[in-house]
């Protein structure tokens, strides 16, 4: 397949699917940390996506960087947008925004990794090495 | 290898009127947080693209990861 046809078929992709995301992995096995924080938020939204991974043709991530001028993964499109990479989705979704743009409700708990203000802090184990 | 303090100075040199504070444990990953006169009016991909432009090239080899919080002022 040459570099033209790739870049189509990301095109297309694109277009067809209301919400994708280009990532490093597959949703169920997330092969980079900032894929896998994207994804779950996504999952928290119960809202569904398609997605591709980037990772088994190095051509797929330099067609959709030229494509989209981003240079990072994972990318999020919605409506044939780039919403953007991990660090925007995080804070759209704590903002509320992203939920809010994909049409759905916010989702009740912060996610797992955000400490819950007035919650004690979990156990520490002292370090008697020092 | 870059460091923080170089990534900052960047920054602040390429974008008019920028602050960034950037954190780097080390000089492999980064976290910034970039405030500008220049992002007003923008949406966030293109206040990001602002500051990856910057870095085009690097991304993904020396600087292997570039976490970026970027406000207008």
Redesign the interface.
Known sequence: MSDNQIRDLIAEAIKENDLILFMKGTPDQPACG?SMRTVGMLQSLDVPFAAVDVLPDPRIRQELSALS????IPQLFHNGE???????VT??YESGELAAALGVEAPPAPPAETAVPGQPAPMGIENRLR | MPSADELKQRIEAAIPGAEAEVQSPDEVHFSARVRADAFAGLSRVQQHRLVMDIFDGELGGSIHALELKTEAP
Request: aromatic residues 14%; proline residues 7%; hydrophobic residues 45%.
């Open positions: 900032f001028n981003w240079p990072t780039l919403i953007g990479g991990c660090d925007i804070e759209m």
